[in-house]
């Protein structure tokens, strides 16, 4: 070979290790950046939570300089605009408790019934099917919800129920109830889906039936996917916001009676930032401390889901 051929296939091989060593640095510098920029994403939404957490406090301190904490918590009237004020939130945490009750009482049923029905009866074809009309009812936007409660729904138990006032609570949590039904039931399905068919087969072996093997062996194994379907359901009810401002008026009773109009804490929220409280008086301080109040129940339910999930989860 001639020396010029030697030179060129030594420029080559040194050219080769030239490039594999700056695929390597680009790479190993890739590798260093990867974790920093997942990082910022991760703190991204950690320094959110604690903005809205700081903003919150803040302005709730600010209310419960003007108003006693216990006239607060304990006051059982809520007049923000009269002459004399009172800022009591009983009425609102009752109007969404109830609202909230009403919702679970009827999706908890429908929306259990359906995840049994679609892990232990339908076929895979009609699964198919279903599946997707169920996720088309969760994408319905809210306020749809709140027009079909407000004009189809009330009219409707107007006549089954003549007391009925046209704004009321009622209805509205029958609606948000439909509402959360995918949510229930979809979590519900892969709770059950998730039990080994072994334990399914065992049951049948043993001579039960159908019936008795969905509610005596695959609900209990999968009853803590079940329970946090439900907490997460009440916890969507309660965070509800256009279904109870649209349909259950603005009337902040204290009462236990469905069939008149009640306030949630949501629905103030929305009718206080319409534009009615100017910034730094006692009534706008009030929807930073009702909002404190929502935020901290939404909380509870969630970390009563975790609690939950944790507590009951059966490992297969």
């Known amino acids: 070979m001639t020396p010029n051929g030697d030179l060129n296939k030594e420029s080559s091989i ?13 790479s190993n510098y890739t590798e260093r950046m990867i974790p920093g920029l997942l990082f910022l994403f991760a703190a991204i939404s950690i320094l959110t939570t604690i903005g809205i957490v700081y903003t919150l406090l803040t302005e709730t301190i600010s209310f419960f300089k003007a108003v ?9 009237v809520l007049k923000p605009l009269s002459q004399n004020p ?9 109007g969404t408790i109830i609202s909230s009750v009403i919702a679970m009482l009827v999706a908890g049923p429908i929306g259990i019934m359906t995840a049994v029905y679609l892990s232990e009866y339908a076929t895979d074809k009609v699964r198919r099917v279903l599946k997707p009309i169920l996720e088309v009812l969760a994408g319905i936007p809210t306020i ?7 004009t189809f729904v009330t009219p409707v138990l107007e006549k089954i129920i003549p007391t009925l006032e046209a704004t009321n609570i009622l209805s509205p949590g029958i609606v948000m109830g439909v509402m959360i039904i995918p949510m229930i ?12 068919n072994a334990m399914r087969e065992g049951a049948l072996a043993l001579g039960a039936t159908k019936l008795e093997t969905t509610f005596r062996v695959v609900i209990p194994a999968a009853l803590s996917g079940i329970i946090a379907s439900f907490v997460l359901g009440i916890s969507r009810a309660i965070g509800e916001t256009m279904i109870v401002t649209i349909a259950s008026g603005s009337s902040k009773n204290f009462t236990f ?11 103030y929220i929305v009718e206080v930032s319409g534009g009615e409280a100017p910034a730094g008086s006692t009534i706008y301080y009030s ?10 129940f939404t909380l509870i339910m969630n970390l009563l889901a975790r609690y939950i999930s944790r507590k009951f989860r059966e490992e297969y």
């Open 68 to 76: 006693p904490f216990t006239e607060f918590f304990t006051g059982t």
């Open 14 to 26: 040194r050219h080769l290790i030239d490039e594999k060593k700056q695929k390597r640095n680009m």
């Open 144 to 150: 749809v919800y709140g027009f079909f409660a407000f």
């Open 185 to 196: 039931a979809s979590l519900s399905e892969d709770a059950m889906t998730s039990v080994p």
């Open 257 to 267: 009676d469905v069939t008149q109009s009640m306030q949630t804490m949501t629905a």
């Open 86 to 94: 009172e800022f009591g939130v009983l009425p609102l945490i009752n």
């Open 287 to 296: 929807l930073y401390a009702v909002a404190m109040t929502l935020f901290v």
